[in-house]
């Protein structure tokens, strides 16, 4: 149905370092974008793990947790989701994100470049995806190029 267009729902809220909160905030959201008729909901760079030096002492574990809780939505709900988090891998972290629809596996993304100042923490890796299609569209994701 290109036509018929897509609902995009622009998260903008604060965030922190605690996982669970963020993860409270976004399944808040996905709910209320979700009664709004939005196909797809889009939340800011590492809007899950946060954004600060204190992602040294990364917790993986309560990331995966949170993603689990946010993945059911999305298939409660029917809407895709754009979920930037950092990316642990091999003691090593990634700015990237998770692209999760319902009825499909969320599939992680990367940036590609570094950074200055506090993302230094974050190691580059190449993009594995550049765009994934949802209801007919093409969406695509560029994160700080």
Not at 26 to 37: D, V
């Amino acid at each position: 149905m290109i036509g018929s267009g897509l609902k995009v729902g622009v998260v903008q809220l604060r965030h922190s370092t605690n996982v669970w909160a963020n993860a409270q905030r976004a399944l808040e959201s996905i709910g209320l974008f979700h009664r709004a008729g939005a196909d797809l909901v889009l939340f800011p760079e590492c809007y899950l793990s946060g954004f600060s030096p204190a992602l040294r002492s990364f917790d993986d574990e309560l990331v995966q947790k949170s993603l689990e809780q946010i993945e059911r939505a999305c298939r409660w709900y029917e809407i895709a989701c754009f979920l930037p988090s950092a990316i642990q891998e091999d003691n090593s972290l990634f700015n990237g994100g998770y692209w999760i629809t319902p009825g499909e596996p969320m599939v992680p993304f990367y940036k590609q470049s570094l950074m200055a100042g506090e993302e230094r923490l974050f190691v580059a890796r190449n993009i594995s995806k550049r765009y994934f299609e949802w209801k007919g569209f093409k969406v695509g994701f560029l994160i700080c190029k």
